[in-house]
């Protein structure tokens, strides 16, 4: 998936506005143009807004909703949001939503690619598929070569999902680089509760 992004530069009469929630001082939005659309993604700028959706919830079953840890493997770099606004911004690699289908179909941070955790659990011809999109390349001793693997970040529910972890447990047990993979623990709950932008993807044809 083709990306292009681009931070936008804060209008002098926007940025002035005495309401306007920023990102950060100075940067009130991001566009990212992804698939043919272009998204812009900002806080939320209602006084008074609040979570109302699944992810105002405060208790889940577990298993399997467990609190997982900061770090989702040994190596591994967790992301906050300015990070993961930096990575997009700036190409650094694949954006992915580790999630089922199920949860990313209803609500999604704009530009990220859809790769379910299970698809990397089994050797299929799915999960060889997907590798290589991602830069991993067959030996002739049928070994996965990472040398030209891309970064990836990856995300899912939050602090509880286990979706993403397993996901990067996954990929590391085949032999994938752990500086070339990122978490962004967060997820959609912590998104959404600072009031970042999130898109309802469309189901490809």
């Known amino acids: 998936m083709k990306m292009k992004?681009?931070?936008?530069?804060?209008?002098?009469?926007?940025?002035?506005?005495?309401?306007?929630?920023?990102?950060?001082?100075?940067?009130?939005?991001?566009?990212?143009?992804?698939?043919?659309?272009?998204?812009?993604?900002?806080?939320?700028?209602?006084?008074?807004?609040?979570?109302?959706?699944?992810y105002a919830l405060t208790s889940r079953p577990s298993p399997p909703f467990?609190?997982?840890?900061?770090?989702?493997?040994?190596g591994v770099e967790t992301f906050?949001?300015?990070?993961?606004?930096d990575f997009i911004k700036h190409k650094k690699g694949v954006?992915?939503?580790?999630?089922?289908p199920n949860w990313?179909?209803?609500?999604?941070?704009?530009?990220?690619?859809?790769?379910?955790?299970?698809i990397f659990l089994t050797d299929?011809?799915?999960r060889e598929a997907v590798l290589k999109s991602l830069g991993v390349k067959r030996t002739s001793?049928?070994?996965?070569?990472?040398?030209?693997?891309k970064t990836l970040l990856l995300y899912c529910n939050g602090a509880w999902c286990g979706q993403s972890p397993t996901a990067i447990h996954a990929l590391r047990k085949l032999g994938y680089p752990a500086e070339k993979l990122k978490y962004y623990r967060g997820g959609m709950?912590?998104?959404?509760?600072?009031?970042?932008?999130?898109?309802?993807?469309?189901?490809e044809q």
């Open 5 to 54: 992004i681009v931070c936008a530069v804060a209008l002098t009469s926007y940025a002035l506005h005495a309401d306007v929630v920023e990102i950060v001082k100075g940067m009130p939005y991001v566009y990212v143009e992804a698939n043919g659309k272009t998204y812009r993604i900002q806080r939320e700028q209602k006084p008074g807004s609040y979570l109302t959706n699944t």
């Open 66 to 74: 467990f609190i997982q840890p900061f770090h989702a493997a040994p």
């Open 80 to 85: 906050g949001e300015l990070e993961l606004l």
């Open 95 to 100: 954006f992915i939503d580790a999630r089922l």
């Open 104 to 118: 990313y179909y209803k609500a999604a941070i704009p530009s990220a690619r859809n790769i379910p955790f299970k």
């Open 124 to 126: 299929t011809p799915e």
């Open 141 to 149: 001793g049928g070994k996965y070569d990472f040398s030209g693997a």
């Open 189 to 203: 709950q912590s998104w959404q509760l600072l009031g970042l932008s999130t898109i309802v993807p469309q189901k």
